[in-house]
């Protein structure tokens, strides 16, 4: 079946799209073969694959130095937005762990009232997500 056959007919394959989605769930040891696979065959494609497959589910498996310097990289207030919906416990950790002033600044920001909540949340951690993706890229935070 040739390309046009495939426009016709309406099938359409993103496999790099489809990969994206199953590392996003795919358990961490897997996960690291697949990429250790990839890079001994195309260091491009791992990088790119990495950097997409970032969610922000990946802000709560860092360490405490590497929150420190994502939060040099994010404002406060929307670092505060970002984890407005995240556990007490996360939320506790991570504003004590912080300069009492941001701390503050991104606390204020988390229990402002908002009146789009949900789109503002979603826009907070795209830019969280947005920013774990460059400081990893620079290897300036490891993701686990």
Excluded: C, W
């Excluded at 358990?27 to 970032?54: D, G």
């Excluded at 860092?62 to 556990?87: C, M, P, Q, Y």
């Amino acid at each position: 079946m040739d390309s046009n056959s495939k426009k016709e007919s309406g099938v359409f394959i993103n496999g790099k799209a489809q990969i994206i989605e199953m590392l996003q769930i795919m358990p961490e040891e897997e996960k690291a073969t697949l990429f250790k696979n990839i890079q001994m065959r195309n260091p491009q494609l791992a990088a790119e694959l990495i950097e997409k497959s970032i969610s922000f589910n990946d802000l709560y498996k860092l360490n405490d130095f590497d929150l420190k310097t994502l939060t040099r990289s994010v404002h406060s207030g929307v670092f505060g937005v970002a984890i407005r919906a995240s556990s007490v416990e996360f939320q506790k950790r991570v504003l004590s762990l912080l300069p009492r002033e941001y701390a503050e600044k991104a606390y204020h920001a988390m229990k402002a009232n908002l009146s789009n909540e949900n789109d503002s949340i979603k826009k907070a951690r795209e830019k969280v997500v947005q920013t774990i993706g460059t400081l990893n890229r620079r290897q300036q935070i490891k993701l686990n």
